[in-house]
């Protein structure tokens, strides 16, 4: 099952972790070729509402939990069972990260950098440790350090050894920053490529992570003159943010598939969606 609305998503043992800074809707998704047609949703076992959607590649369920955690539990009528912890990150993680982004936000990315190095110097659940060095990476990435950016993922892989979590989104973010960084700043497409396999490593509970590969992977193709292959690519991300409410990242795909279009020589095609 793969999720979207999670402000962080982490793994360990035990069902997958939504990490939340405060309630809010979410989308989940089971993409099982044999895929139930319908679930009852329940959290903490009292059942609440959910909008279920079947189409032939999967099941979208959307629920709006209105509290921050719990257990999220989904069950087909064979009884087939896909859960969801919901946890909330703590104060302390969500007034760091807050600030930093504020600072950063205000031009001042060495202050909000130093907010970052002040937060790791206190104790944090795991792993929001490794959430506040995601942070940094974003940070880096919208400041144009990019070679912070491109060692951000060896530090963060570094350090998982210390968690008992593994912050998947977090690990495939820095991936993708990398692999963006690499295919139009600093272009080296095989350490692109090495990237964006890394991120597709940790994707399979996160739908935006999902996206994000999809459409590097389509940028990556065009880049290297397979137009066909990217125009597939580009196809799947729009269609993957489109259903998942991701309008930012859907309208970057169709322009990137108009371009893929217009390569190819479909110019009808390429202007209904441009």
Request: glycine share 6%; net charge negative.
């Amino acid at each position: 099952m793969a999720l979207h609305g999670c402000t962080a998503i982490a793994t360990g043992s035990g069902p997958v972790r939504c990490l939340l800074s405060k309630p809010k809707p979410l989308a989940l998704w089971i993409g099982t070729r044999k895929h139930p047609s319908t679930v009852s949703v329940t959290l903490d076992g009292t059942p609440i509402d959910a909008a279920i959607t079947g189409s032939p590649t999967g099941l979208l369920v959307k629920v709006e939990p209105a509290v921050d955690r719990g257990l999220l539990l989904l069950q087909d009528p064979e009884g087939q069972r896909w859960s969801v912890a919901l946890e909330p990150l703590s104060p302390n993680y969500q007034a760091a990260r807050k600030q930093a982004v504020a600072e950063a936000r205000a031009g001042e990315n060495a202050r909000a950098q130093e907010t970052l190095t002040l937060a790791l110097a206190v104790q944090h659940p795991p792993p929001e440790a490794l959430l506040l060095r995601c942070v940094a990476a974003q940070i880096a990435y919208s400041s144009g350090d990019l070679d912070a950016v491109l060692a951000a993922p060896g530090e963060i892989e570094a350090l998982l050894g210390e968690s008992p979590l593994r912050p998947v989104s977090c690990i495939a973010e820095a991936h993708m920053q990398a692999a963006f960084v690499l295919l139009d700043q600093r272009p080296d497409f095989d350490v692109a490529e090495a990237h964006i396999a890394a991120a597709e490593a940790e994707q399979a509970h996160d739908l935006q992570a999902q996206i994000g590969t999809l459409y590097l992977r389509g940028v990556l193709e065009h880049r290297l003159g397979r137009v066909d292959e990217s125009l597939r690519a580009f196809e799947a991300s729009a269609a993957l943010a489109d259903r998942f409410d991701a309008p930012q990242r859907f309208a970057a795909a169709r322009v990137m598939q108009a371009v893929a279009l217009a390569r190819l020589g479909r110019f009808a095609e390429a202007e209904a969606i441009a």
